[in-house]
């Protein structure tokens, strides 16, 4: 089946429900609404020439139109991708002129960065539209179904070409592990560029007839939690720190401290296979109908299948404190090569520290150097205009080299250490992860938005910190201290509290891991600026280059 057919299923399936959505209904089309729009966009799109493997550029906000925009766009056996809305005009052409791409259908916002195409479609201008359309080409397993671009930590992100074969299969894998229940609701609220966007708000929801409910604003998912009560929601590991930070400031100021401590107590016996004690039991029994079900209640996640974190190293601190109030948080790991399928924690067997065996589907292995390996139908066509680095990531035999270093205990679970370029090697010849450390020390201290770990080939290890920018000006506000980042960052107030989230992380970390000495980043990082990605993840090269001399500054 093609997701296609999947989508004209649903449609059948489920006429009247409700497919997408805006938070106040505002927008609330129905799966059979959404099907005739699909088709009249879709129309008028193939009056335009648009054709079956053509491709098409999207660069739209977390809005009903991209859901439209998209499933039209398919409807055809086009090839519909995403932009980033914080690529620069430069990364934009590039991304297009890669993709080949003729037509692009683009908010108002964005048309003083997009380049001119045969035909750039404006939203508020309105689109074209055709009743009674019918598609002629049947779309097929194999057409692409999306292309993915990498958001480049090292060069030019590189087009992952996805096939309706590959998602589907990735929709297989998923269903086989979480059971979603029938009218279960997601939150689109990712960047539509990212495979965790399109395949958890965009492509499982159109499968299993899933309602969407968009939100524009990435900033304010948390409120719309409660508004929505997710049957599944995915969350890179920043969110749920600042959530944890939010909800254990609730407890402790509320006094439930040992109730937290109970709770906590009872997930590490529980994860450590060790008997959970009849009193400890009994007491965290009571604090949950107390006060656990409560706090669920009010973040909105009391009605949630399953909850996950990926993409990053999530701290354990983070994931013991959601099972402690009963949420059981779990890593996920997955690629843009792989539609973001690969493995994850069941949600009734979490390791914590792992991101689960491999999916259903899914085989995977350790290289001689420790990297993983994986293959599956949920593995990429190719690289789109790269057939030598196709076949670099992808052995004769269908292996995908996923460049993460990893381990799998004996219960086939599997722990990534961190990516295989990113491994720091010191002066004494040891080998560390970054990601790693830099995870106990953003789990130390809501005051540690970011943390960049310098140690390559150097004596010992320093870290790059930026201050959180919500907890950070918060905290400094009850100090008294006000001002921007940058006059933060200069307090030495500021430095003592970070110092203290420092300590703390090193206590955790091996001699050889810790911190000796850190800066703190006098301003922010964003995503899509110069030292992180789209998708949050570290550009260490350009950060490297950027603070060179705060750098040194370290080792003199």
Same mark, same amino acid.
């Given at each position: 089946?093609?997701?296609?057919?999947?989508?004209?299923?649903?449609?059948?399936?489920?006429?009247?429900?409700?497919?997408?959505? /805006?938070?106040?209904?505002?927008?609330?089309?129905?799966?059979?609404?959404?099907?005739?729009? =699909? *088709?009249?966009?879709?129309?008028?799109?193939?009056?335009?020439? =648009?054709?079956?493997?053509?491709? =098409?550029?999207?660069?739209?906000?977390?809005?009903?139109?991209?859901?439209?925009?998209? !499933?039209?766009?398919?409807?055809?056996?086009? &090839?519909?991708?995403?932009?980033?809305?914080?690529?620069?005009?430069?990364?934009?052409? %590039?991304?297009?002129?890669?993709?080949?791409?003729?037509?692009?259908?683009?908010?108002?916002?964005?048309? *003083?960065?997009?380049?001119?195409?045969?035909?750039?479609?404006?939203?508020?201008?309105?689109?074209?539209?055709?009743?009674?359309?019918?598609?002629?080409?049947?779309?097929?397993?194999?057409? !692409?179904?999306?292309?993915? %671009?990498?958001?480049?930590?090292?060069?030019?992100?590189?087009?992952?070409? !996805?096939?309706?074969?590959? !998602? $589907?299969?990735?929709?297989?894998?998923?269903?086989?592990?979480?059971?979603?229940?029938?009218?279960?609701?997601?939150?689109?609220?990712?960047?539509?560029?990212?495979?965790?966007?399109?395949?958890?708000?965009?492509?499982?929801?159109?499968?299993?007839?899933?309602?969407? /409910?968009?939100?524009?604003?990435?900033?304010?998912?948390?409120?719309?939690?409660?508004?929505?009560?997710? &049957?599944?929601?995915?969350?890179?590991?920043?969110?749920?720190?600042?959530?944890?930070?939010?909800?254990?400031?609730?407890?402790?100021?509320?006094? @439930?401290?040992?109730?937290?401590?109970?709770?906590?107590?009872? +997930?590490?016996?529980?994860?450590?296979?060790?008997?959970?004690?009849?009193?400890?039991?009994?007491?965290?029994?009571?604090?949950?109908?107390?006060?656990?079900?409560?706090?669920?209640?009010?973040?909105?996640?009391?009605?949630?299948?399953?909850?996950?974190?990926?993409?990053?190293?999530?701290?354990?601190? +983070?994931?013991?404190?959601?099972?402690?109030?009963?949420?059981?948080?779990?890593?996920?790991?997955?690629?843009?090569?792989?539609?973001?399928?690969?493995?994850?924690?069941?949600?009734?067997?979490?390791?914590?520290?792992?991101?689960?065996?491999?999916?259903?589907?899914?085989?995977?292995?350790?290289?001689?150097?420790?990297?993983?390996?994986?293959?599956?139908?949920?593995?990429?066509?190719? %690289?789109?205009?790269?057939?030598?680095?196709?076949?670099?990531?992808?052995?004769?035999?269908?292996?995908? @080299?996923?460049?993460?270093?990893?381990?799998? *205990?004996?219960?086939?679970?599997?722990?990534? =250490?961190?990516?295989?370029?990113?491994?720091?090697?010191?002066?004494?010849?040891?080998?560390?992860?970054?990601?790693?450390?830099?995870?106990?020390?953003?789990?130390?201290?809501?005051?540690?938005?970011?943390?960049?770990?310098?140690?390559?080939?150097?004596? %010992?290890? /320093?870290?790059?910190?930026?201050?959180?920018?919500?907890?950070?000006?918060?905290?400094?506000?009850?100090?008294?201290?006000?001002?921007?980042?940058?006059?933060?960052?200069?307090?030495?107030? $500021?430095?003592?509290?970070?110092?203290?989230?420092?300590?703390?992380?090193?206590?955790?970390?091996?001699?050889?891991?810790?911190?000796?000495?850190?800066?703190?980043?006098?301003?922010?990082?964003?995503?899509?600026?110069?030292?992180?990605?789209? /998708?949050?993840?570290?550009?260490?090269?350009?950060?490297?280059?950027?603070?060179?001399?705060?750098?040194?500054? $370290?080792?003199?």
């Amino acid at each position: 089946m093609t997701l296609a057919q999947a989508f004209r299923s649903t449609v059948e399936a489920h006429p009247d429900r409700v497919a997408v959505r /805006t938070k106040d209904d505002e927008v609330a089309w129905t799966w059979g609404e959404l099907a005739e729009r =699909v *088709d009249a966009l879709a129309g008028g799109l193939a009056a335009l020439g =648009v054709r079956r493997g053509d491709t =098409v550029a999207l660069m739209l906000s977390n809005r009903p139109e991209f859901h439209l925009a998209d !499933l039209a766009c398919m409807t055809l056996g086009a &090839t519909p991708f995403s932009l980033y809305q914080t690529f620069t005009r430069e990364q934009i052409e %590039y991304v297009v002129r890669d993709a080949g791409a003729r037509v692009g259908l683009i908010e108002a916002a964005f048309t *003083d960065r997009f380049p001119a195409l045969e035909r750039v479609l404006v939203l508020e201008e309105g689109w074209p539209a055709a009743e009674g359309f019918e598609a002629v080409e049947p779309v097929e397993p194999d057409d !692409l179904i999306t292309l993915i %671009y990498t958001s480049g930590t090292t060069g030019p992100p590189k087009g992952v070409q !996805l096939t309706h074969r590959n !998602l $589907m299969a990735a929709v297989g894998a998923v269903d086989g592990l979480i059971d979603f229940p029938d009218g279960s609701r997601v939150i689109s609220w990712l960047p539509a560029a990212h495979i965790a966007e399109r395949m958890a708000h965009h492509y499982l929801p159109v499968a299993k007839g899933m309602t969407i /409910t968009c939100c524009p604003n990435p900033r304010e998912v948390a409120g719309y939690l409660p508004a929505v009560r997710p &049957t599944w929601f995915f969350a890179v590991p920043r969110i749920w720190e600042k959530l944890k930070a939010g909800l254990e400031a609730h407890l402790m100021g509320s006094g @439930h401290a040992e109730a937290l401590a109970a709770a906590v107590r009872r +997930v590490e016996l529980v994860q450590a296979g060790e008997a959970v004690p009849e009193d400890l039991e009994a007491e965290v029994a009571r604090a949950d109908a107390e006060v656990f079900a409560g706090l669920r209640s009010m973040l909105g996640l009391d009605e949630a299948a399953a909850v996950n974190v990926g993409a990053a190293p999530t701290p354990r601190e +983070v994931l013991v404190f959601f099972h402690a109030i009963g949420i059981p948080l779990a890593e996920l790991w997955g690629m843009s090569e792989t539609c973001g399928a690969g493995c994850v924690n069941p949600p009734d067997r979490i390791k914590i520290g792992t991101v689960g065996p491999p999916a259903p589907g899914v085989e995977v292995r350790l290289g001689e150097d420790g990297e993983l390996l994986m293959r599956s139908e949920v593995v990429m066509a190719g %690289y789109r205009n790269a057939p030598d680095r196709t076949a670099e990531a992808i052995d004769p035999d269908g292996w995908l @080299h996923t460049g993460d270093i990893a381990e799998i *205990d004996e219960d086939g679970y599997v722990r990534i =250490v961190d990516r295989k370029k990113e491994i720091i090697i010191n002066a004494a010849g040891k080998n560390m992860s970054p990601a790693n450390i830099e995870s106990s020390l953003k789990g130390a201290s809501p005051l540690i938005g970011q943390a960049c770990v310098i140690g390559d080939r150097r004596p %010992y290890n /320093t870290a790059l910190i930026v201050i959180d920018s919500d907890f950070g000006p918060a905290w400094a506000s009850k100090q008294g201290i006000e001002g921007d980042l940058a006059t933060l960052a200069r307090d030495e107030r $500021m430095r003592a509290a970070v110092q203290a989230g420092v300590d703390a992380a090193n206590a955790t970390l091996a001699r050889v891991e810790q911190i000796k000495k850190f800066t703190l980043v006098q301003g922010d990082w964003l995503p899509g600026g110069e030292e992180l990605t789209p /998708t949050m993840k570290l550009k260490r090269k350009p950060i490297a280059s950027k603070y060179a001399a705060d750098i040194e500054a $370290m080792y003199m």
